[in-house]
């Protein structure tokens, strides 16, 4: 694809430093007062990165979701997962864990006993996709996938590396199945490389910078780490040059918008304050069932 077609670049800006949960540290570039959300996107967190020291690690305990799905991906560190449906899992490094909230689930996402005990890298990011109203209230469900159950692919100069978290690249599909049509690509560049890479032209589409400085879209915009890159709806593809001589990385994260009214309250993300009344009643009623205590941790 020709630069000629490339999308320009909106708006660049860098992620808001919060607490989240028992109180660890992420980078989120949204929702906050920059940008509220990215349809069909409702959030990004970076977790970290941060050195925690033995038994200091945090999580998020037992909480509720509904309407939407979340995509965790980690970088470094090891989680442990469990939900109201029986289901747990372990997170490490490369892993991906996709949860369709759907009707409702309670979840927690703690670290490992194991990391709390040594303690050491935390990285890793957690992205929230919001489901068409035909899908808010399906099945609550599970996709896990091990980094090496992640596709991936390298350009022919050897200079372009991608993880295929969603949707296609580098002629490699994804291996996981989405409510929603989007991409979640995680490209590495090598010092001097270029991407042209194509996107569907009816997707809203972003960068985060997680590690180095590139320049993006049409005309070249300058971004580093934690910053998030809008691309926008003109053009057949976007562009990625490293100038610099260390690699660059970064998630590129692209979705067809659905155009719904959004209604949300902490946890719950449906279409109308009815509905999310409906759905604070359910949780309080304990509808969404709880994480059974005999679930152990290692």
Same mark, same amino acid.
């Given at each position: 694809?020709?630069?000629?077609?490339?999308?320009?670049?909106?708006?660049?800006?860098?992620?808001?430093?919060?607490?989240?949960?028992?109180?660890?540290?992420?980078?989120?570039?949204?929702?906050?007062?920059? *940008?509220?959300?990215?349809?069909?996107?409702?959030?990004?967190?970076?977790?970290?990165?941060?050195?925690?020291?033995?038994?200091?690690?945090?999580?998020?305990?037992?909480?509720?979701?509904?309407?939407?799905?979340?995509?965790?991906?980690?970088?470094?560190?090891?989680?442990?997962?469990?939900?109201?449906?029986?289901?747990?899992?372990?997170?490490?490094?490369?892993?991906?864990?996709?949860?369709?909230?759907?009707?409702?689930?309670?979840?927690?996402?703690?670290?490992?006993?194991?990391?709390?005990?040594?303690?050491? #890298?935390?990285?890793?990011?957690?992205?929230?996709?919001?489901?068409?109203?035909?899908?808010?209230?399906?099945?609550?469900?599970?996709?896990?996938?091990?980094?090496?159950?992640?596709?991936?692919?390298?350009?022919?100069?050897?200079?372009?590396?991608?993880?295929?978290?969603?949707?296609?690249?580098?002629?490699?599909?994804?291996?996981?199945?989405?409510?929603?049509?989007?991409?979640?690509?995680?490209?590495?560049?090598?010092?001097?490389?270029?991407?042209?890479?194509?996107?569907?032209?009816?997707?809203?589409?972003?960068?985060?910078?997680?590690?180095?400085?590139?320049?993006?879209?049409?005309?070249?915009?300058?971004?580093?780490?934690?910053?998030?890159?809008?691309?926008?709806? #003109?053009?057949?593809?976007?562009?990625?040059?490293?100038?610099?001589?260390?690699?660059?990385?970064?998630?590129?994260?692209?979705?067809?918008?659905?155009?719904?009214?959004?209604?949300?309250?902490?946890?719950?993300?449906?279409?109308? #304050?009815?509905?999310?009344?409906?759905?604070?009643?359910?949780?309080?009623?304990?509808? *969404?069932?709880?994480?059974?205590?005999?679930?152990?941790?290692?």
């Amino acid at each position: 694809m020709s630069t000629t077609y490339a999308r320009p670049v909106t708006r660049v800006f860098t992620a808001a430093q919060t607490q989240e949960g028992a109180g660890f540290h992420v980078n989120r570039p949204f929702p906050t007062r920059m *940008m509220m959300d990215f349809d069909p996107f409702l959030l990004l967190d970076e977790m970290g990165p941060m050195q925690v020291a033995p038994g200091d690690a945090k999580g998020a305990p037992d909480h509720p979701h509904r309407g939407f799905e979340t995509v965790t991906y980690l970088l470094a560190g090891e989680m442990e997962h469990r939900d109201s449906q029986g289901h747990a899992g372990k997170l490490t490094p490369g892993d991906v864990q996709w949860m369709t909230a759907g009707a409702g689930v309670i979840h927690s996402e703690e670290p490992s006993h194991a990391f709390q005990q040594r303690g050491g #890298e935390m990285h890793g990011f957690q992205l929230w996709v919001n489901l068409p109203s035909a899908d808010k209230m399906m099945t609550p469900r599970y996709q896990e996938l091990p980094a090496s159950g992640i596709p991936t692919a390298t350009s022919g100069d050897g200079k372009v590396s991608v993880r295929v978290i969603g949707g296609e690249a580098l002629g490699t599909r994804a291996a996981i199945e989405t409510r929603t049509p989007i991409l979640y690509q995680h490209f590495t560049l090598q010092p001097q490389a270029l991407l042209d890479h194509p996107v569907p032209t009816d997707f809203n589409v972003f960068a985060y910078v997680i590690d180095g400085q590139g320049h993006f879209g049409a005309e070249g915009a300058a971004a580093k780490a934690h910053q998030m890159v809008v691309f926008g709806n #003109e053009g057949e593809g976007v562009t990625v040059r490293n100038d610099g001589d260390t690699p660059l990385s970064f998630l590129l994260i692209g979705g067809k918008p659905l155009g719904e009214p959004v209604a949300r309250y902490g946890p719950f993300v449906m279409n109308t #304050e009815s509905e999310i009344r409906q759905a604070i009643l359910d949780f309080q009623a304990g509808r *969404m069932g709880h994480i059974p205590a005999s679930v152990s941790r290692t």
